[in-house]
């Protein structure tokens, strides 16, 4: 079995399908920090195939109104994947099996740049249950606030989780 599912204690290796209670709304997970660093920005550009130069020329970033390299849209997903989301996958035992990722939304409050520093904080905003042709779900919406150096709110990231019990 590998390190990954080894460190979920309810991964794809055990049995039973715990409802996600009502209960943890409200429950916040651990705040994380990140620094904005370029080597990232052109790491994700390239992984999405994205080669407009605002994401790997400062110069270029520039030329475009912005006040060095650019920071791709969706490039907080990266902080949200190596941090709140494991947390809570790993407090609510998910099987991972049963969990697909239902949505992700962004607001947008003020642009980052590289060399920011960014605290991150998740809670879990809702817990809906939905049953269907397809049995029954648990559907997990976490909202994750990111505040910059400054103490001023950057952006905030909904992500809905649904689990399929």
Known sequence: MNGFLKSYPHSL????????????????????????????????????????????????????GFEGMAVPPTFFTLFAMAGGLEYVIKDLEINMAKLLHGGQEYEYFKPVKPGDVVKAKTIITDVIEKSGKAGTMDFVVMETTYINQNEEPVLRDKCTLVVRR
């Open 13 to 64: 290796t055990t049995g039973g399908d715990p409802l996600i209670e009502k209960s943890n709304i409200g429950k916040e997970y651990p705040e994380r920090t990140f620094e904005i660093e370029k080597c990232k920005i052109r790491e994700l550009a390239r992984a999405i195939g994205d080669k407009n130069k605002i994401f790997y020329d400062d110069d270029a970033a520039r030329e475009d």
